[in-house]
């Protein structure tokens, strides 16, 4: 941090370290994705039972919730000469890697009677790792810049990176991976998790150069601030206002569009309703162009107006789309959506949907650096540099409420009689299975945006207060000799 007439200059990053730290939450995501098709490898593969494999999900989801704050108390409390952040991302990304293995390669071979025993464990070793990883995405944001005008900047970059990888992965298994191998099989999982090991790992590493000259002491907080207590955790939620309205927001989001991402809703969405399950992938990718553009948008104007305003705004048109889009399908056959005979139904889809996908992917993907000026709000408010702590009670409550999407889907589901298997491409469409698509593709989501609004309202972090808060810890820090 430099000084000039007293006023603060931000702690600045290059554009090529924004862009490649941001590839450690491609890095995690990569793996998040290959899970979203775990209960398949758990059903399918390994035999477990349906109920049995949603309500393990679920489970696992408030255990991740649970390691994270200890997890951020550790990274907190954490100094080395290889920095605070740096350790964790690579030692989250080998678990990652070591687990993923383990559980897709050994898992159907154990006794039956084991079987079931044998997954939890692994799932929840796995957990940790993915937990010691994605705290780091949140928490080195302070650290990367503090500058409000480029904090927006990550969420331009994960966003890009998060279509790429939502849609190129969707596309690569619907199109080749399912055909090639006759469904989700073993040989499906065998490949699949050897392409996203490798892919992560090399993404992490990326992250981990474009961090390392600002994973320093310098970065960490004002001087003399002492270590915080893991007793410590609910008072600072209790007197953090915003991190709570920004926990609501975020949480109730999470949840809707875990969901809307769940393998059996996309099975169901466009394998069922549509009858063509390739199409998933096809749509997805012909969106990208439009998503991009509307993300560079998004984020210019966060950038300009601040990240509250953009969010707010993303928000509001995301509600108005989808329910425009419900309309739209409940009104013609679904069917009839092909790329081979392209038809005014086709054009209407494609582009709500990248309407949707573009905006639904600022408001998502700002939620990070969000968390970054909640953990600035802190040191600002009591003195303490705690963006692991921070970081962690977000993701707690986010996870905790986000665990419910696995059963959610898994439960509701088998209100229309799919109690014993999840249904599947070749599974014949049904009243029933629509409604439920279109609860869990469209409603869900709404009513998150209808909570976020609610939530943001009583958030005070717009671009004018960051940039009071930036300046008061500058103030502070010169008091306490570390600026120059």
């Not at 790992?201 to 992250?207: M, N, S």
């Not at 209808?450 to 010169?478: C, N």
Request: contains cysteine.
């Amino acid at each position: 941090m430099e000084t000039k007439k007293n006023q603060v200059v931000h702690n600045q990053a290059k554009t090529w370290q924004i862009a490649l730290f941001a590839l450690n939450n491609t890095a995690t995501n990569l793996y998040m994705f290959a899970f979203m098709f775990i209960a398949y490898y758990a059903t399918g593969v390994a035999g477990l039972v349906v109920v049995a494999v949603s309500t393990v999900l679920t489970f696992m989801r408030v255990w991740d919730g649970f390691t994270d704050p200890i997890i951020g108390f550790i990274i907190d409390r954490t100094k080395t000469k290889f920095g605070k952040f740096r350790p964790f991302m690579i030692l989250g990304n080998v678990i990652l890697a070591i687990l993923t293995l383990v559980i897709f390669r050994t898992t159907h071979l154990v006794p039956e009677g084991l079987r079931f025993i044998y997954f939890v464990f692994l799932y929840g070793v796995y957990i940790i790792g993915y937990s010691f990883q994605t705290t780091c995405t949140r928490a080195a944001q302070t650290a990367l810049t503090n500058d409000p005008k480029q904090r927006p900047m990550f969420s331009l970059f994960d966003a890009l990176y998060n279509s790429a990888l939502f849609i190129g992965l969707q596309n690569f298994v619907a199109v080749y991976l399912v055909p090639k191998h006759g469904g989700f099989t073993l040989s499906f999982f065998n490949e699949f998790t050897v392409i996203a090991i490798i892919t992560s790992a090399v993404f992490t590493l990326l992250a981990v150069i474009a961090i390392s000259s600002k994973d320093v002491e310098e970065n960490w907080g004002i001087p003399g601030d002492k270590p915080v207590k893991f007793s410590e955790y609910w008072p600072i939620l209790k007197g953090n206002r915003p991190l709570q309205m920004l926990v609501v927001s975020a949480a109730t989001d999470k949840l809707a569009m875990t969901t809307r991402q769940n393998a059996v809703v996309s099975v169901i969405i466009y394998g069922i309703l549509m009858s063509n399950y390739a199409l998933s992938g096809q749509l997805m990718l012909i969106t990208t162009p439009a998503t991009i553009i509307i993300t560079f948008i998004g984020i210019g104007y966060a950038r300009k107006m601040g990240i509250k305003k953009a969010y707010v705004a993303a928000t509001w048109i995301c509600i108005a789309l989808s329910a425009v889009f419900f309309i739209f399908l409940r009104m013609i056959d679904m069917t009839t959506i092909s790329l081979v005979n392209f038809n005014t139904n086709t054009f209407v889809f494609l582009a709500l949907l990248s309407l949707i996908t573009g905006v639904s992917a600022v408001g998502g993907n700002i939620v990070i650096p969000m968390i970054a000026d909640c953990s600035d709000y802190e040191t600002y408010k009591s003195g303490r540099y705690i963006p692991g702590m921070i970081g962690t009670i977000f993701s707690f409550v986010d996870k905790l409420v986000s665990s419910l999407s696995a059963t959610f889907v898994g439960f509701t589901v088998a209100l229309i009689g799919f109690r014993d298997a999840f249904p599947e491409v070749d599974t014949p469409a049904s009243p029933g299975l629509f409604w439920v698509g279109m609860f869990l593709f469209i409603g869900l989501p709404v009513l998150g945006w209808l909570a976020s609004l609610v939530a943001m309202r009583f958030y005070e972090l717009d671009g004018q207060r960051m940039e009071e808060i930036q300046q008061s810890i500058h103030d502070k820090k010169m008091e306490a000799g570390l600026s120059n």
